[in-house]
């Protein structure tokens, strides 16, 4: 099985400009993450998919950040314009979520952005 | 923002020796989870332990929950210079929302 895989694996861009991270899951996991990692911190959820549907936004700033899960498989994270600020670590992780599951998360390699 | 607190934010020991990491929590949780992360990789799920269960084991890891004071901790036993990374609670509340804390920075010296 490859995992939660994720590209690009680094992304160098100018500010103001867009950029897109796409991320495909385990198969046959239902819940999609993306989180932002910055440096030397834990990871930070921006949102959560169940399925098709964002249940968990919250903290995705949506001036500049968008997000989709089309067909409830893989998923692309996009930014436009890009800010200093977003120079960070984007990770996506699945989860087959149960009520008796013993299983966490499984996290892709991450895409890092740095923004000059 | 992050719930989970853990303490030390780094530890240093000697291949063999023992390694403990402590987590703090806010809120009421389903379940506690562990991951650890090596520099520059994703992050690797090592343990879940649910709100009802205190101790857990997995090969050379051991954890604990204790809710009523709201924290966990991780042991490491026999550890390794491969153990080397950092290490992150995480729990997951109502909505299978998982916080993670800011982390315990693991140097293991051989």
């Known amino acids: 099985e490859a995992g939660v895989v994720q590209s690009p694996r680094y992304k160098i861009i100018e500010k103001k400009q867009p950029v897109a991270f796409w991320c495909n899951p385990i198969s046959g996991h239902n819940t999609l993450y993306w989180y932002r990692q910055n440096l030397g911190q834990g990871p930070e959820l921006l949102i959560r998919y169940e399925n098709e549907e964002a249940v968990d936004d919250s903290q995705l700033p949506k001036d500049r950040f968008s997000a989709e899960r089309l067909k409830g498989v893989d998923s692309t994270l996009k930014i436009q314009p890009a800010e200093l600020g977003d120079s960070a670590v984007y990770l996506c992780?699945?989860?087959?979520?149960?009520?008796?599951?013993?299983?966490?998360?499984?996290f892709g390699s991450g895409t890092r952005l740095t923004v000059v | 923002s992050q719930q989970g607190e853990e303490d030390p934010q780094a530890l240093s020991i000697q291949e063999g020796e023992n390694a403990t990491m402590n987590c703090s929590y806010k809120?009421?949780?389903?379940?506690l989870q562990w991951y650890r992360q090596n520099s520059g990789r994703g992050l690797v799920h090592l343990i879940l332990i649910r709100s009802n269960e205190r101790e857990k084991h997995s090969g050379r890891l051991r954890v604990t929950l204790d809710t009523s004071k709201k924290s966990s901790s991780l042991l490491i036993t026999a550890s390794r210079a491969a153990d080397t990374a950092s290490y992150f609670c995480?729990?997951?509340?109502?909505?299978?929302?998982?916080?993670f804390g800011a982390g315990t920075i693991l140097r293991v010296k051989s």
């Open positions: 995480a729990t997951e509340r109502e909505g299978n929302k998982l916080v």
């Open positions: 992780a699945s989860s087959l979520r149960g009520v008796n599951s013993n299983y966490g998360y499984t």
């Open positions: 809120t009421s949780i389903n379940n």
